[in-house]
């Protein structure tokens, strides 16, 4: 059997494994004991989730992508790259939902067969412990996610155009959600060129669906103010925190009232589709991602999309994520309709 028969199997088997609410599926050839006890927490957490919103399983596909491996004597590194599709019912509507994850797979080779040794999250809900100061935010360059073990820094990758940009002014507009949704679901699984895209992707995305609904950028030229997006120019970075900080586009539409505006809504249930969605992991009232709503379920809950872990029609609530602790708080923001 080769290392790539085995992490074949892997998937198939992480497939049942979410299906069955259970690692056993796994437990013949992953021996990564650390990841197997994360999986069981998530699993019983997903598996009361689903419970209560009366959620059953279908079917889950994965396409996988093997896209860079190092081999050694016995011993791979695999970077992999899994698009995951989801069916599941709730009373007589199906629900699908899509999910890209990245992984690296580290595999050995025992008495003559392959075995996976450690399973590392390459990109996944962002995770920032220190992500501000009293009176601002530290520079970009200094953003640094912890992704189960691996670190890598918020910068953006490559830039193509510099947008042009709107201030807010006297006359209004209605926010057109339908538009904001339907960039959601068009750039829910990759970047729009015409924009930078960071490593962590998530506000950036959100700010794109809210800016594609008619919110109008408000051009400061500074960092910390206003809420704009110009790109890279002669090798700088032209975006406020607002735009690409989960904790700073939050505050931003929470206390804006000129354009661009928020009111924080008390329960998920309330939210409209185009509304967003903020999320303290480890609840010290520091925001680390973003969401958008863009359908509800049959029980009228809201599901999201996202980027970093690029989601389409994912459970709000994220029970489902490595990032979810029994601290996790949410914002749930309403957009106001006419900005």
């Not at 996610?145 to 507009?173: C, F, M, Q, V």
């Not at 994520?321 to 309403?334: G, I, N, P």
């Amino acid at each position: 059997m080769s290392w790539k028969t085995t992490l074949y199997d892997y998937v198939h088997h992480k497939n049942q494994m979410d299906m069955d609410y259970s690692v056993e599926p796994l437990m013949p050839f992953v021996i990564d004991r650390a990841y197997l006890q994360a999986q069981i927490k998530r699993l019983a957490r997903t598996a009361h989730l689903d419970q209560d919103r009366n959620f059953f399983y279908v079917k889950s596909e994965t396409r996988l992508s093997i896209l860079h491996a190092e081999e050694q004597a016995g011993k791979v590194i695999a970077n992999v790259r899994l698009r995951r599709t989801s069916i599941g019912s709730i009373g007589t509507r199906d629900h699908e939902e899509q999910r890209i994850e990245y992984e690296q797979v580290h595999l050995e080779e025992m008495d003559g067969k392959w075995y996976i040794v450690n399973i590392e999250s390459l990109r996944s809900e962002p995770f920032f412990p220190n992500l501000s100061i009293q009176d601002g935010f530290h520079e970009p360059e200094e953003y640094f996610a912890d992704h189960g073990g691996t670190k890598s820094l918020s910068i953006p990758y490559l830039n193509y155009n510099i947008l042009p940009y709107l201030e807010p002014g006297a006359r209004k507009s209605v926010y057109d959600r339908a538009k904001a949704v339907q960039y959601a679901d068009t750039w829910w699984d990759k970047g729009n060129p015409a924009y930078i895209e960071f490593e962590v992707d998530c506000s950036n995305y959100i700010s794109q669906c809210l800016f594609a609904g008619g919110a109008p950028m408000h051009y400061t030229g500074k960092r910390d103010a206003g809420w704009w997006y110009k790109g890279r120019y002669n090798g700088q970075e032209h975006w406020s925190y607002s735009w690409a900080v989960a904790h700073g586009l939050q505050r931003y539409l929470m206390i804006n009232r000129n354009g661009l505006a928020a009111e924080e809504v008390p329960q998920a249930e309330m939210l409209e589709l185009g509304d967003v969605i903020s999320y303290d992991w480890d609840g010290n009232g520091r925001y680390q991602h973003s969401t958008i709503v863009t359908a509800k379920d049959e029980n009228g809950m809201p599901l999201v999309n996202a980027h970093t872990t690029n989601s389409f029609h994912r459970y709000w609530s994220y029970k489902d994520s490595v990032a979810w602790t029994e601290r996790t708080q949410y914002k749930f923001l309403h957009i106001a309709d006419l900005l």
